[in-house]
């Protein structure tokens, strides 16, 4: 009785925790731009600058209103989203406890996972190449909601920055890329020995589209951690990602491979399906595949198939 109070609890909060996160990323969506923003946000500026003693000097005021308002010109970056169930199958409690200590407590195959990315642009055209210059942040998190303790299993944290460079040409081609991406990134998960995980990497995206296809090929050079220095041999040194627009829907893949042919071949496949919510704009249904390795930075060199289904808020 006190584990089904207890099961009744989590599933409020979570519950409350969807809602929160529906509403909150569609407050945000809408302050991105100026040009999109909704009557009442506009009559809620309006209100305030009659109520407040605002200053007179211009940079101040805008100073002010930015600081009410949060607009800081933070972006979405990579995909954000809430899967509340993401069922794998890796038996995270049979693993050697000397390597994997506290792991004889992810007893569910079933977990929530959730993913926050935003970038701030920094500056354009500064080479007057009309380049644009990003930084970006991603924290991935893996939850054991459905254990008896809801304890989080793994959380990975990925700092970058980058460059991006159109390719000025004077021929539309498809088999011409449309853009290059420069950047470094690290990333980690933030344990201590001996689950402690980590990688740099400093990249190149060719950047190809035509019509309602983007590809994106990535090559990288990587410096790993003492605890994952075999990484590329189960990741590689880049990858494939393809993404076609269907009407509204959106499918994404992505392919990672070390390129080892001679039998010792290892990599990972995903794939990723969204569409609106109703008639929203910033809120999607979302489904995701993945098989192989590296579903998270811990399971690197562990294989496995994980199926998702949840929401999300930026593609």
Same mark, same amino acid.
């Given at each position: 009785m006190k584990?089904?109070?207890y099961?009744?609890i =989590?599933t +409020?909060l979570?519950s ?5 996160c ?5 407050q945000?969506q809408?302050?991105i731009?100026?040009s999109?923003?909704?009557s009442?946000?506009r009559?809620? #500026? ?9 200053? #007179?000097?211009?940079d101040?005021?805008?100073?002010m209103?930015?600081? %009410? ?9 990579e #995909? ?11 038996d995270f409690?049979q ?7 506290g792991?004889?407590e992810?007893n569910?195959n079933?977990?929530?996972?959730f993913? +926050?990315?935003l !970038?701030?642009?920094?500056?354009y ?6 380049? +644009?210059i990003?930084?970006g942040?991603?924290q ?9 303790s809801a304890?989080?299993?793994?959380t990975?944290y990925r700092?970058?920055?980058w ?5 000025q ?6 088999y %011409?890329p449309k853009?290059? *991406?420069i ?8 344990m ?6 980590e990688?740099?990497q400093?990249f ?5 589209q035509? =019509? ?8 990288s050079?990587?410096d790993a951690g003492?605890?994952? #220095? ?5 990741? $590689? &040194?880049?990858?494939? *990602? ?5 009407k509204? &829907?959106?499918?994404?893949?992505t392919?990672r491979?070390?390129l =080892?042919f ?7 496949? !995903?794939a990723?399906?969204?569409?609106? %919510? ?8 979302y489904? =995701?595949?993945f098989?192989?390795? $590296?579903?998270?930075l811990?399971?690197?060199? &562990? &294989?496995?198939s994980?199926?998702?289904? $949840? ?5």
């Open positions: 584990y089904f109070k099961t009744n =989590k +409020i979570f409350l925790s969807l809602l929160f529906f509403s909150s990323q569609l945000a809408e302050s731009d100026s999109t923003e909704s009442s946000d009559a809620m #500026k309006q209100f305030l600058f009659e109520y407040l003693d605002a200053p #007179k000097d211009l101040e005021r805008e100073s209103m930015s600081q %009410i308002f949060s607009n800081f010109g933070m972006l979405p970056h #995909k954000t989203f809430l899967v509340p169930f993401s069922y794998t199958t890796e409690e693993r050697d406890p000397l390597q994997y200590p792991y004889g992810f569910n079933t977990e929530v996972e993913q +926050i990315s !970038k701030k642009i920094i500056s055209n500064f080479f007057n190449l009309n380049e +644009i990003s930084f942040y991603t991935e998190v893996w939850w054991q909601f459905y254990s008896d304890p989080f299993r793994e990975n700092p970058e920055i460059l991006t460079l159109p390719l040409d004077k021929i539309d081609s498809k %011409i853009a290059l *991406k950047g470094f990134w690290h990333e980690s998960n933030g201590g020995d001996p689950l402690s995980r990688w740099n400093l190149v995206d060719f950047v190809f035509h =019509k309602n296809l983007i590809t994106t090929i990535r090559a050079a990587v003492d605890n994952n #220095k075999d990484i590329t041999s189960y990741l $590689g &040194h880049g990858h494939l *990602k393809i993404n076609y627009f269907l509204k &829907h959106q499918f994404d893949l392919w491979n070390n =080892k001679n039998g010792n071949n290892n990599g990972s496949l !995903k990723e399906w969204s569409y609106p %919510i109703g008639r929203s704009k910033n809120n999607f249904w489904i =995701k595949l098989n192989g390795y $590296g579903a998270s811990v399971d690197y060199n &562990h &294989h496995q994980r199926i998702s289904f $949840g929401f999300l808020f930026s593609r």
